[in-house]
């Protein structure tokens, strides 16, 4: 996930003198290894227990253990239990502290296996219904994505798309290989014709401030290669992104739709791209491009997250139940398995019961929230939903109950969606100090349930040197500067997991924690050369503060083990 921290790591390894691995200053406390797992796999215990193994010989003393079961007790065979303390009792041999990670906050679907809910939502407001046949379904909007099946072009440019990368030379109208219609646009060899690696196509549409759409468009690939993903990128004209969702496009595959949906938030104006910032070789095609609304897609369902459906005044609120009802998604957060979300599905309909007062042709308003997917996946909970504290503290009590760790590491990182729905603004609290709140109640329930243990938490949303800047927008969370402050919920006894390795900004970020009082692990490796721990230790040296490093792999890159070892040891 952090691709642009490993690339930084890589250039500072290349730029730095070849030089033999040394000791950058006394033996660290620390010396852990990160271990994400799944106990409920015998197998992965066997390679578990044969890689801890390996770290101990080689002078490790720590594993920071994480698994998306650790909220899933109550739901799991006995066989898992029996795989956990199996684990526990080698650790123990071995002499190896267990650092459980607790406390999902960013990275949220496994919290939100246990209640989909409580997903922050992105707003929706008065998007235009239309009652027919019964039912109440999106009217149709104004948005008119022009030539979206390519069929009108000049030199290899589309008509009515504001400009495609070098067309002639990477991109193309193709009017043998096609979905539909007589042509299609076709990429070939991005990074071969291109410096820049990028092969796009975009488009500026109007749209309505806080409405839901949906953007489709038919892509095939023909041994296509890119260092980056393919996208659908909606971007307002201020430069924000609206979508961060990654759709799956095989190297080589027919025509297969992909889907993404967006929240316009306030803008009235986007750019929709399609293409890749970081092609290589090969070719990919675009046909039939499409716009509309998205609907009750992921409606969050929530008394944080209110649904209303008014008349074209806004003088007559429908009642839920009375005048319709279906307002539900039963795929929220359940598409294929609990804590699993689809960016895209068959959207749930609304029906007009009975006696609604609701007439067939009659337009309504609907406001509601929905969840925004970051990347592939991730998911993000609401901070503000006292339910969710419920959810972490029983999470802290059966860790603490069937493992018994040595210490609790909160999994506060890459907090991407907050502040938008009714619970965030009840709050009265920014994004940031709603952060430095949660923390600080999640390092008070560890220190409840499990007196005396260590805790610990990753930087970066604590960092003003990192995702806390004072100024800037971070991906879809409300707000210049959203998480600015948000360290004042860390007390100096807390443990900083810190993962800001950027040679540029490191220096000040260790500086920042141990000026208040903090002791630091510095998360290293990440799938990177091993030696550029050794420059990020030598420029810890001046804040006395750090004591551990671990060997972060995001990869299961665990070759370079026993080589990270002799240069932390």
């Known amino acids: 996930m952090r691709i642009a921290l490993l690339t930084l790591v890589l250039a500072a390894a290349a730029a730095a003198p070849a030089r033999s691995a040394e000791p950058a200053q006394a033996q660290l406390a620390h010396r852990w290894v990160y271990l994400p797992t799944n106990l409920l796999v015998d197998a992965n215990v066997d390679r578990d227990l044969a890689l801890l193994g390996r770290a101990a010989k080689a002078g490790y003393n720590g594993v920071l253990l994480s698994d998306s079961k650790f909220l899933k007790w109550d739901r799991l065979p006995e066989r898992y239990l029996e795989n956990v303390a199996r684990l526990r009792r080698a650790c123990r041999e071995m002499k190896l502290e267990v650092i459980a990670a607790v406390c999902p906050i960013g990275y949220s679907n496994d919290l939100l296996a246990r209640d989909p809910n409580l997903a922050e939502g992105l707003p929706v407001i008065d998007a235009h219904f239309v009652a027919r046949g019964g039912k109440l379904v999106p009217a149709e909007d104004p948005v008119r994505l022009v030539n979206g099946g390519f069929e009108q072009s000049k030199r290899n440019t589309p008509t009515g798309w504001g400009f495609v990368d070098l067309p002639g030379q990477i991109t193309f109208i193709d009017t043998e290989v096609k979905l539909s219609g007589s042509s299609a646009l076709r990429m070939e060899d991005i990074g071969v014709h291109n410096p820049k690696r990028t092969g796009r196509a975009a488009q500026t549409i109007a749209v309505e401030p806080f409405h839901y759409y949906h953007v489709s468009v038919a892509v095939k690939t023909e041994g296509f290669e890119a260092a980056g993903e393919v996208r659908i990128a909606v971007i307002a004209k201020d430069g924000r992104t609206l979508n961060y969702y990654e759709p799956r496009v095989e190297p080589t595959q027919d025509w297969k739709r992909i889907d993404v949906t967006f929240n316009s938030l306030d803008a009235r104006e986007v750019n929709v791209y399609l293409g890749t910032w970081g092609g290589r070789r090969g070719k990919i095609w675009w046909d039939d491009v499409q716009v509309e609304p998205a609907g ?36 929220l957060g359940n598409d294929p398995y609990a804590g699993q979300y689809t960016a895209w599905h068959e959207p749930p309909t609304m029906t007009l019961p009975a006696g609604s007062r609701i007439a067939e042709g009659q337009t309504v308003l609907v406001s509601y929230y929905h969840t925004a997917i970051i990347h592939r996946e991730q998911v993000m909970c609401c901070m503000a939903e006292p339910k969710v504290y419920d959810i972490l503290r029983w999470q802290v009590a059966q860790v603490h109950k069937h493992l018994e760790p040595d210490g609790y590491f909160l ?37 409840q349930e499990d007196p005396g243990k260590p805790v610990y938490v990753w930087s970066d949303m604590f960092d003003p040197f990192h995702n806390a800047a004072r100024t800037g927008s971070y991906y879809l969370v409300k707000g210049d500067g959203p998480w600015f402050g948000s360290w004042k919920g860390l007390d100096p006894a807390v443990v900083i997991g810190n993962w800001n390795s950027n040679p540029a900004s490191r220096v000040d970020s260790l500086r920042h924690f141990a000026s208040l009082g903090h002791k630091q692990v510095l998360a290293g490796y990440y799938d990177g050369p091993v030696e550029a721990i050794d420059g990020w230790l030598r420029d810890a040296r001046s804040t006395q503060s750090v004591v551990g490093a671990m060997y972060t792999t995001w990869q299961n890159q665990y070759d370079d083990l026993e080589a990270f070892a002799r240069h932390v040891k």
């Open 411 to 447: 999994s506060h990182d890459e907090i991407r969606v907050q502040g938008w729905d009714q619970s965030c603004a009840a709050s009265g609290l920014t994004p940031g100090e709603l952060l430095a709140d949660n923390v600080r109640r999640s390092i008070a329930m560890v220190r």
């Open 296 to 331: 009750l897609v992921n409606v969050v369902r929530r008394a944080g997250a209110p649904f209303r459906v008014t008349d074209e005044a806004g003088k007559t609120t429908y009642e839920e139940g009375r005048d319709f009802q279906g307002a539900q998604d039963p795929k």
